[in-house]
């Protein structure tokens, strides 16, 4: 028998954890304007419903900027600095799935005077990057 579990991580996130086949579903209302993120480990998004904006940061700040649709589905690697900016619809509905074994706590980024900074998710100090 199949259970799930469902997690609140901000108030435009809602996780439902589907056990059994080790996929994720993501349900957002709200772009996540705070500071990008990376991820704890490699995984695997596919857009269900909706779409978005998301922006992709490198060492030096914001790289590009991508559109995700509904049926796109790509590895996001562990060390990807990303946030959702736009969601076209208002809202976005995934499924993502890791594909490793977790590498690292999960972290947030900023850039002071073009230097990068980083804030694991349990960690109240930044420190540069």
Known sequence: MSHTHTERMWDGMLKVHLHGGGWVVHEFTLPDLGDPHDHPFRC????IRGGYTEEI???????????????DEFEIPHDRIHRIVHMPEGFCITAYKPLTEKVQ????????????WQ???????WSRA
Do not use: A, C, K
Request: glycine share 14%.
């Open 44 to 47: 695997v998004s596919r857009i």
């Open 57 to 71: 940061y490198g060492p030096q700040g914001l790289v590009e900027t991508v559109e995700r649709r509904p049926g």
């Open 105 to 116: 706590e999960p972290g947030f980024f900023q850039w002071r005077d073009g230097v990068m």
């Open 119 to 125: 804030r694991r998710w349990h960690e109240s100090e």
